[in-house]
């Protein structure tokens, strides 16, 4: 059974910064891509940030991109999130995800399409105050 542990959510204000971690187990060697997602209840899940297992491709919401920057320790398992710059219009809950079967990697690049990963952990609060 794959699953998901995040943590590093948290409080901070406009202008700083947070790191989120994703450690997945269960998952042996069929681990193809990471994510992170986020979602408010006023909104639907947005993609943020996916980085493929393979290649260490990477895709990034146009809001995010060039703030945030998403890697993969693939020995851990474990994928981060580094959130610079924060934003209040970042403050979401954020959701990581994993793909064990392939329907992330498409002509080799990676999607940030939620209904092709399989896999989600309960989530991290991030708010970003004024």
């Known amino acids: 059974i794959v699953q998901l542990a995040e943590s590093g959510g948290g409080s901070v204000q406009a202008g700083g910064s947070l790191r989120l971690s994703c450690t997945a187990s269960?998952?042996?060697?069929?681990?193809?891509?990471m994510a992170w997602f986020r979602q408010t209840p006023e909104k639907e899940r947005e993609g943020v940030a996916a980085?493929?297992?393979?290649?260490?491709?990477?895709a990034y919401a146009d809001s995010v991109s060039g703030r945030f920057t998403i890697s993969l320790d693939k020995a851990k398992d474990t994928v981060y999130l580094q959130m610079d710059n924060l934003k209040p219009e970042d403050t979401s809950m954020y959701y990581c995800?994993?793909?064990?079967?392939?329907?992330?990697?498409?002509?080799?690049?990676?999607?940030?399409?939620?209904?092709?990963?399989?896999?989600w952990g309960q989530g991290t609060q991030v708010t970003v105050s004024t």
């Open positions: 980085i493929s297992a393979r290649d260490g491709g990477t």
């Open positions: 269960g998952v042996t060697d069929s681990l193809v891509s």
């Open positions: 995800a994993a793909d064990t079967v392939g329907w992330t990697v498409v002509r080799g690049d990676v999607r940030l399409v939620a209904t092709a990963y399989g896999h």
